[in-house]
Nanobody
Framework: QLQLVESGGGLVQPGESLRLSCIAS????????ISWFRQAPGKEREVVSC????????YYADSVKGRFTISRDNAKNTVYLQMNSLKPEDTAVYYC?????????WGQGTQVTVSS
């Protein structure tokens, strides 16, 4: 069954770090563009970062550039989002996404809360 499952969210203080994981089932992450999105309360879902299937090139939203790093472990079929120097405005539900064989595939989301 095609599936994405996120984990790693939690409650942290400003300036701390978290690493989110996105594990894929029934497809190979190395063959598809994998993206991280987030949605804060009352706001639209926005793209945070992407990693390409071809050469592993990456994209970051301006709001997270220099603080977040996306990476992929092909052996574990997993994509990570390392989040450093977290800010209260990073608080959101984080989702991973892939377009697999014309199907929009979303994970269930993981909550990240940054608060003192």
């Amino acid at each position: 069954q095609l599936q994405l499952v996120e984990s790693g969210g939690g409650l942290v203080q400003p300036g701390e770090s978290l690493r989110l994981s996105c594990i894929a089932s029934d497809f190979t992450v190395a063959w598809y563009i994998i993206s991280w999105f987030r949605q804060a309360p009352g706001k639209e879902r926005e793209v945070v970062s992407c990693i390409s299937s071809s050469d592993g090139s990456t994209y970051y939203a301006d709001s997270v550039k220099g603080r977040f790093t996306i990476s992929r472990d092909n052996a574990k079929n997993t994509v990570y989002l390392q989040m450093n120097s977290l800010k209260p405005e990073d608080t959101a539900v984080y989702y991973c996404y892939a377009l697999v064989n014309t199907r929009d595939l979303w994970g269930q989301g993981t909550q990240v809360t940054v608060s003192s």
